[in-house]
């Protein structure tokens, strides 16, 4: 069997991928899936009611959270800050049901970056807005590394929690990840442990606190950037396909 994992998209205005407003899902996401043995498909952005949700993905293995714009800050009570930025209430809606909808079907469910933030926020955790603006969150430091080649932020060191679902999927005591983002986990959500963290004190992976619910990993970095040539990135979907098999 192929584990079919639905991946969310995000949508594209007019202009961006043809002369319509397009869906779309970024490509090395599905290329780590496949180097995994499984299969992603994308979705559109859309209302679904809890039972939908349900409906959606009961003939999927799996469900991935991917990268994006910043979740809308209402929904963990606070007003955007002026660094927020292409708040989608509609794709909010959708991930936050079928990440719901996958805990009830106990589906495998893995987030990358927005996808970490989305899952926090969903089990009544908050983010810190943006990393420099001075908040309970250590400040990214001046000298924080370039963008590595072939990916859109720099490669930071995350240390790895002994015994956690992220240790058995990476392999190894710490992993570098490439990042891309100005917010991060400021409360944790209900149900969550930290599982790995950079060293400006930033929450770099998350899972749950009870070790026997069902499987699910979000990360704040992107593994799908250095997948294809870092094995300790490509286990990650390895591990999350394993589980939707």
């Known amino acids: 069997m192929i584990p079919r994992i639905l991946v969310p998209g995000r949508v594209l205005p007019a202009g961006r991928a043809g002369r319509h407003a397009a869906v779309a899902a970024g ?62 209430p509609v794709r ?19 987030g990358i970056c ?31 590394p370039a963008p590595a080649p072939g990916t859109n932020g720099p490669l930071v060191e995350v240390g790895v929690a002994a015994g956690s679902r992220l240790a058995a999927a990476v392999g190894q005591p710490s992993v570098l990840g490439a990042h891309s983002h100005h917010q991060a986990i400021d409360r944790l959500g209900d149900g969550l442990v930290v599982t790995g963290t950079a060293a400006d004190g930033v929450v770099e992976a998350i899972e749950p606190a009870d070790p026997t619910a069902s499987w699910l990993l979000a990360v704040q970095w992107h593994p799908e950037d250095t997948a294809e040539h870092d094995p300790a990135n490509q286990r990650l979907f390895d591990a999350f396909i394993e589980a939707a098999r």
Not at 48 to 72: E, K, P, Q, Y
Not at 114 to 139: E, F, I, K
């Open 92 to 110: 909010d809606a959708c991930e936050v049901a079928l990440a719901d909808a996958a805990t009830r079907l106990g589906l495998p469910v893995l």
């Open 27 to 88: 490509v090395r996401y599905l290329e780590a899936i496949d180097r995994a043995g499984g299969l992603g498909l994308v979705l559109a952005p859309t209302e679904l009611s809890a039972d939908a949700a349900v409906a959606v993905l009961a003939g999927m293995s799996g469900l991935l959270l991917t990268g994006g714009a910043d979740v809308d800050p209402a929904r963990y009570g606070e007003d955007p800050s002026p660094h927020t930025y292409g708040v989608d």
């Open 114 to 144: 927005r996808g970490l933030q989305l899952l926090n926020v969903a089990r009544g955790g908050t983010l810190c807005q943006h990393l420099d603006d001075g908040t309970t969150l250590p400040r990214r430091p001046p000298a924080f």
